[in-house]
């Protein structure tokens, strides 16, 4: 099992509306591929004060690997990933992400 962990730093209030309007692209993409078991997001607590700047997130579980190269080459995550990377502080600099074999 795969554990994708994706957090951002929008760069203004328009930032993070564009990264709202991202996850259903996301959502459906995980909704279309085997081996997607699940996709969940929303804002950033920070309850240990380690990533405020980081404020909105998103996860996805996989099985394995191969779905997860499946959701990285789809063409909506591909548009959805730019939409991100254009909503972000500093771009890719905006974006934390993190894939944790569980």
Do not use: W
């Amino acid at each position: 099992m795969l554990h994708h962990i994706v957090l951002m730093e929008p760069a203004n209030a328009q930032g993070l509306d564009q990264i709202k309007a991202a996850m259903p692209i996301l959502a459906t993409v995980c909704d279309q591929l085997a081996g997607a078991t699940g996709f969940a997001h929303g804002p950033n607590l920070d309850f240990e004060g380690k990533s405020a700047r980081f404020t909105y997130g998103f996860s996805v579980s996989f099985t394995d690997r191969a779905a997860h190269l499946a959701y990285e080459a789809h063409p909506d995550h591909i548009r959805a990933g730019a939409m991100l990377v254009a909503a972000c502080a500093g771009g890719h600099a905006g974006i934390f992400v993190a894939d944790l074999a569980i």
